[in-house]
């Protein structure tokens, strides 16, 4: 049903998600010509991939929402978007390594924006937990009948 926590996990995992593209994920305190920290913050907007892969995030952490009468698909969506935040994560932390060691005294200062692909992982994987749970429970209500 619709109503189910996995439903609100659900949801606020594309809030988290959502909320990348309008954070930056760290900024400096000097530009760096020909990086990411040209303009001394790196966020979303610096790297097509993470426009992408969020952006497929979000989507299809709603998509999932309206699943719930198909737990199976409903779960492998989940892992997708699952892993298209995790490839994202990596690929910030990644640049955010890359940038700082372009600075000579390493002053990239990661923001709040940093962690909200973590903060993303969390509820998908809650809302998997719970969407795994829900399946176990059919499975055993059918054994019985």
């Not at 439903?7 to 530009?31: D, K, N, Y």
């Not at 309206?66 to 699952?82: D, G, S």
Request: charge should be positive.
């Amino acid at each position: 049903m619709i109503q189910r926590i996995q439903t609100i996990f659900l949801l606020l995992a594309a809030l988290a998600a959502s909320g990348t593209f309008f954070l930056p994920f760290a900024s400096s305190p000097e530009a760096v010509a020909n990086s990411i920290l040209a303009d001394q913050t790196y966020d979303i907007w610096d790297n097509i991939v993470l426009e992408i892969l969020f952006g497929a995030t979000v989507l299809i952490s709603l998509i999932s929402i309206f699943q719930f009468k198909n737990r199976k698909q409903q779960m492998r969506t989940n892992l997708f978007a699952l892993f298209f935040v995790m490839v994202g994560a990596v690929i910030v932390i990644v640049q955010l390594l890359q940038a700082n060691n372009l600075l000579d005294a390493g002053n990239v200062q990661p923001t709040v924006g940093f962690v909200a692909p973590f903060v993303t992982i969390v509820f998908l994987s809650l809302a998997y937990y719970f969407i795994k749970k829900d399946e176990k429970l059919v499975k055993s209500m059918d054994r019985l009948r």
